[in-house]
Every structure is written in C-alpha cells, then in structure tokens.
C-alpha cells in the first residue's frame, strides 16, 4: 500500500498508546484500515476485532477518516457473522461508510503495482518473461458458469434500457465492438438476479470496484476504447483463446458493468451523437 498510495501511513504500534486504532491511513481518500490475520479463524474473535477497532478508531481518530477498511486474511471470503456485523455498523455510523478488504483486494492491489515495486517488496528479481494463462477470476468462475448455463433460455425481447445506445457512442467504439457488447445486454438481468441471490451481499460491490479499477488503469495505458475492452475480457479471462461461450460470458459481465456505469463514461446530460459534428467540422 505504501508503494502504490503516496498518501498512504504505515501505522505501527507504539508501547501503552497502540495504534490508535489504526493500522494504516490513506490521508487524501480518508480511509482508515483496521486489520485482522488471525492464523485459525474464529468468528466470534473477528466480530470482537471489529468492534473494538471501530470503537477504538472512532474515539481516538474521529476527525481523521470518512471510510472505514476491515482488512482480513479469511480466503474463502467474509464470514456472513461478520457481515452482518458490519452492515450494522454501517447503518448505525452514518455518514461514516465501510469497505471489506480482503484476498481479491490484495491481488488487485499487487498486480497493478510495476515489476520494480513488487521487487523491491519481495526483495527478489522477477523472472518475467510474456506468458500464455488461461486463469480467469476466481470470483467470476461460478458467475461464467452459471451463464453459459441460461445462454441456452432464449432471451427476453426487453429493450435495451437507456441511456444504453447514448453511452456506446459516447465511449466512441467501432460497430464491432458495439454490437458484440449489445447482444449480451439481454443477461444484466440474469446477472443482477445472480448476485442477489448470493450469499455475500458485498460480492456484487467487490466485483464492481475491482472492474472499475481494472478500467482506470487500462484508460490511462490505451486511448482506443475497443483495445480497452479486448484487455477487460483478458482480465476476465486469461489470454489464451478460449470458446465462443466462455467469450461471450465476458462480454456479458462485461456489459453488465458498462450498463450499471461502473466502467466508461456515461454522456453528459442531453449528449446525442447526431448533435456532434463530423470530423473536420
């Protein structure tokens, strides 16, 4: 965090004071990180972690962060005890908000470091070289299956919710890119149904941010937005080929951010490409 986040503060204890309550702060975004990595997982030690952090850290540092960060080291996820702890606390210290900082974090974290960051971290050179993988998100796996599965239900005959068309303009695709984008629009309900019946109710938000980030990152390394959405489907993905199916779940997924204007631009209010002049004009 200390190499990506220039405003980010190490915390360390200090003898009877602690740390505050605080592991880390990230002074600009006003976010105040409270860890746990217990090496045997217990839930109701977790929940006590929690709360005594979050008291700790709203008495001591009140006027210093408007998010709260519950980092954690559980691989299979937030436990739904915990959860449900913290969707509490969020209700009841508004207009503090509450983030879940965990594995898929730390990764989305690391892989957009530079190679010279993470040695320096590990302390080892990088034998990197380019590389064929076939390693989709962890996350998404179940997501992928679950739609190559409905693909076979024919689709609804909605029509695509606006300001849908506006915003595939706006972002200036081809038609190519358009139309592949456009025909699995159909499965954003399918999607949404999908998280909803979930058991993490964060999973959905997780994903979103983690895609938004993906986004930013490759908008500031690629000025073609086509080229943007060929590396989003390999962050899906992997870079091997893989099926039409497996391709177009991307897309949808894909899609699905675009629609719920987690990735790209939406115009602003009264755009219309038919109002923009031609190139030249």
Not at 167 to 190: V, Y
């Amino acid at each position: 965090m200390s190499s990506k986040y220039p405003d980010f503060v190490n915390v360390r204890t200090a003898g009877r004071l602690g740390d505050l309550g605080s592991d880390g702060l990230r002074l600009h975004d006003r976010k105040l990180y409270a860890c746990y990595g217990p090496e045997v997982f217990n839930a109701e030690r977790v929940a006590h972690k929690f709360e005594s952090d979050l008291t700790k850290a709203a008495h001591e540092r009140k006027d210093q962060f408007d998010t709260f960060v519950f980092v954690h080291n559980d691989l299979r996820g937030i436990h739904p005890e915990v959860s449900a702890l913290i969707a509490t606390a969020a209700a009841s210290h508004s207009p503090t908000t509450f983030e879940i900082f965990g594995f898929t974090r730390f990764r989305d974290e690391l892989v957009q470091l530079t190679k010279v960051q993470v040695e320096d971290i590990l302390k080892f050179e990088l034998p990197v070289r380019d590389l064929g993988y076939q390693l989709p998100l962890e996350e998404l796996i179940p997501l992928l299956e679950h739609l190559a599965k409905v693909r076979n239900i024919a689709p609804t005959q909605e029509p695509v919710p606006r300001p849908s068309q506006n915003k595939l303009n706006f972002a200036r695709f081809t038609s190519d890119t358009q139309e592949e984008l456009r025909r699995e629009f159909h499965l954003g309900a399918e999607i949404e149904r999908y998280y909803e019946s979930g058991l993490n109710p964060r999973e959905r938000d997780e994903v979103a941010l983690a895609f938004n980030e993906e986004f930013l990152r490759l908008r500031s390394e690629h000025s073609n937005p086509d080229d943007i959405v060929f590396h989003l489907e390999q962050y899906v993905l992997g870079n091997v080929p893989v099926s039409i199916r497996q391709r177009r779940g991307a897309q949808a997924v894909i899609g699905f951010f675009f629609q719920t204007c987690d990735i790209f631009d939406n115009p602003p209010l009264g755009w219309s490409a038919s109002l923009q002049p031609e190139d030249g004009q």
